[in-house]
């Protein structure tokens, strides 16, 4: 696996990161807890580096899952996780960044990771309530203790993640990007190459649907957050199926598939860029980290680029209540 550095960190890490959210929660059922671990440490010796992880996802199993399969290999990868949901009776109730919250998650994310020092500590959203210097200067404080070796952020927008920059340098942004959900190319990219911060595009699938295994048919279970996702309605998924019959036609003239031709897409539009895809399949992990082998031409480049300009995605990524808590 080849390997990226996120910005001007010096944090080094494999090209393709692994999302291991969807392992415990968010899309469905948990997968097996002794068949999820065997899929990490495969990543692991398939040349995976990168695993991002974060307490609300379950909320903290998935942080004990990632803890206890990775703990033989700490050595060898770098562990993302999150603060700043406010969590009550196993479910997200809002926003926390105020300072005690951040030292409270990360000593628990410290224990649950089973690690002296968390690699990257994001700041999950943007919380309006606290002044994002204090953010800044509370993970800052970390760092200098040891707890914590960098910082980032999710779904910030250009002038919050400016101030947080000027207080406690910024590693990585972590924000969805694919070729369906383009926003961050002029939102943040600018800012993100100014300042020297690597970005880390989570859904980089389109939440699976770039794979071409999704249709309007596709049942999804009542856990599913894609259920809720306007999206994924069976309407706009049926109009959306353009765009990956489109990126499967260049897929079969790559010998790849419309997902790997999705993520090489993605790799090739900065070298500061590292994907996340998630998966509770080895066989999906397998033609996940083959993306990373596909060269595409500038030709081909041209030719994704044009037919996704042609594709109008139909459908918001979010609802209102959730699309409020990003780009702030």
Not at 139 to 165: C, P, Q
Not at 184 to 198: K, Q, R, S, V
Request: glycine share 8%.
């Amino acid at each position: 696996m080849q390997k990226r550095t996120l910005g001007k960190s010096g944090l080094e890490v494999s090209a393709l990161g692994l999302g291991c959210m969807s392992m415990s929660f968010g899309y469905g059922p948990a997968g097996d807890k002794k068949e999820m671990i065997s899929l990490l440490r495969s990543a692991v010796e398939r040349g995976v580096t990168l695993f991002d992880t974060a307490e609300a996802y379950g909320p903290f199993t998935n942080e004990e899952l990632v803890g206890e399969a990775l703990a033989p290999f700490r050595d060898r990868v770098v562990i993302a996780t999150k603060f700043g949901f406010k969590l009550e009776a196993g479910k997200q109730t809002g926003l926390d960044s105020r300072p005690s919250h951040i030292r409270e998650v990360a000593e628990a994310s410290l224990k649950r990771l089973k690690v002296e020092a968390i690699d990257l500590f994001y700041q999950h959203r943007v919380d309006p309530d606290v002044p994002i210097e204090d953010v800044a200067g509370t993970v800052k404080d970390l760092i200098r203790e040891g707890k914590v070796k960098h910082f980032g952020m999710s779904e910030a927008g250009a002038k919050t993640i400016r101030r947080a920059h000027a207080v406690q340098p910024v590693t990585a942004l972590q924000s969805e990007y694919s070729l369906w959900w383009r926003e961050p190319e002029t939102a943040t990219f600018p800012t993100l190459e100014e300042l020297g911060i690597g970005f880390v595009p989570f859904s980089p699938l389109g939440r699976g649907f770039l794979t071409g295994k999704l249709d309007d048919s596709t049942p999804f279970d009542s856990t599913d957050f894609r259920s809720g996702l306007p999206r994924f309605t069976p309407e706009n998924r049926k109009a959306n199926r353009a765009l990956v019959d489109r990126m499967a036609e260049i897929a079969s003239r790559k010998q790849a598939t419309a997902a790997q031709i999705a993520l090489a897409w993605i790799l090739a539009q900065k070298p500061w860029i590292v994907p996340i895809p998630g998966t509770t399949k080895r066989h999906r992990l397998e033609e996940n980290i083959g993306a990373a082998s596909i060269e595409l031409s500038s030709d081909d480049l041209r030719e994704i680029d044009t037919a996704s300009s042609q594709v109008t995605v139909h459908g918001d990524r979010y609802p209102e209540h959730l699309a409020k808590m990003s780009g702030r």
